[in-house]
């Protein structure tokens, strides 16, 4: 069965901090698709990366990166120099492809609050 | 615009008392999901829907019943609802068969169920 753990509950930084959510992964499949969402508090799901099981390079994008590790099975998700629109809550998701019984499930971590203070 | 949309957007019922969640995208998108947010325990996947007449459970399937007759339509029905239903609903649609994309996700559905 896939899982997803982040074990973060709630984090709190000041801006201008540096900030990394974890996320810790398990899967029995050799094809499979983590993804980051944003929820602020506003409500809404938004997407914010993909990375597939075969391609391990980080990746930055503005002030986010993600550092992927097939050894650790974690793709955690860091944010630099933090602003007070950061604030939301943080969703880790796997998705195992090929030909499996798990094929179209899509699992979710329970969410990290990262807040943002002034 | 593309968009997944879905009505409606609050509703309050009452044990037992039959509904439908509908949820719509515009983008021909094989794949669509119904997921249920809940305080702590982030989104649980309820059913999926690879295509048309193409249906399976997720991880909490109990107590829902869904239908893919056209492609874009996915309503999520409760046939009894009980307060242990009472939740952030949101449906989402991708390209391709298996979800393994990027999710769209429509603006949530929340339901009290007294």
């Known amino acids: 069965a896939q899982k997803v753990t982040q074990a973060q509950t709630e984090i709190s930084v000041v801006e201008k901090e540096d900030v990394t959510l974890d996320c810790v992964y398990e899967t029995r499949d050799t094809t499979y698709y983590l993804f980051w969402y944003k929820q602020p508090p506003s409500g809404e799901l938004v997407f914010l990366i993909r990375r597939n099981s075969f391609d391990e390079q980080n990746e930055i994008s503005g002030r986010y990166s993600w550092n992927f590790q097939k050894s650790t099975s974690s793709f955690n998700f860091t944010i630099t120099a933090s602003q007070v629109v950061d604030s939301a809550v943080y969703f880790c998701?796997?998705?195992?492809?090929?030909?499996?019984?798990?094929?179209?499930?899509?699992?979710f971590g329970d969410g990290t609050t990262l807040t943002v203070k002034p | 615009e593309a968009q997944v949309t879905q009505n409606p957007r609050y509703l309050i019922t009452v044990t037992g008392k039959k509904l439908t969640v509908t949820c719509s995208q515009n983008?021909?998108?094989?794949?669509m999901s119904w997921y249920r947010q809940d305080p702590g325990l982030g989104l649980r996947q309820i059913y999926y829907?690879?295509?048309?007449?193409?249906?399976d459970k997720g991880d909490v399937p109990e107590g829902y019943k869904v239908s893919r007759k056209e492609k874009r339509n996915f309503p999520l029905i409760l046939e009894s609802p009980s307060p242990n239903q009472t939740s952030l609903y949101f449906c989402?649609?991708?390209?391709?068969?298996?979800?393994?994309?990027?999710?769209?996700f429509g603006p949530g559905t929340r339901l009290t169920v007294l």
């Open positions: 998701a796997l998705s195992e492809g090929g030909y499996n019984t798990n094929a179209g499930k899509s699992t």
């Open positions: 983008m021909n998108h094989e794949y």
């Open positions: 829907s690879m295509n048309v007449e193409v249906t």
């Open positions: 989402a649609s991708t390209l391709g068969l298996a979800g393994t994309n990027e999710q769209f």
